[in-house]
Nanobody, 127 residues
Framework: VQLVESGGGLVQAGGSLRLTCTGS????????VTWFRQAPGKEREGVSS???????TYADSVKGRFTISRGSAKNTTYLSMNSLKPDDTAVYYC??????????????????????WGPGTQVTVSS
């Protein structure tokens, strides 16, 4: 699976951005597509995931502010980010794996379950 992210940029605190993950090479009917982010000096953390098998999952830090969705073409996944904070500043990555990799939804935000990654897109939130 090949993935590429777009839509990052510089935004003021309180602003919004929409990230897009476009994929190709899917060979399974159900993939978990998950957004991760990595801030300088920090571990890569799961932000939000979507799949038919496990539904939608959000990290506590973004609940109520971020929304994940799929495009009509299914090879596109969006992350709409509202009420952005300086702490949201990071490189955002999308990753994909077959949804059956995870027996339960509890682990869909664990980066160890993913082998296919995009190159990332920078999101910078100024205060």
């Amino acid at each position: 699976v090949q993935l590429v992210e777009s839509g990052g940029g510089l935004v003021q605190a309180g602003g919004s951005l929409r990230l897009t993950c476009t994929g190709s090479g899917f060979t399974s009917d159900d993939y978990a597509v998950t957004w991760f982010r990595q801030a300088p000096g920090k571990e890569r953390e799961g932000v939000s995931s979507i799949s038919t098998k496990h539904g939608i999952t959000y990290a506590d830090s973004v609940k109520g502010r971020f929304t994940i969705s799929r495009g009509s073409a299914k090879n596109t996944t969006y992350l709409s980010m509202n009420s952005l904070k300086p702490d949201d500043t990071a490189v955002y990555y999308c990753a994909a794996t077959t949804a059956s990799t995870f027996k339960v939804a509890d682990f869909v935000l664990d980066r160890r379950g993913y082998n296919d990654w995009g190159p990332g897109t920078q999101v910078t939130v100024s205060s």
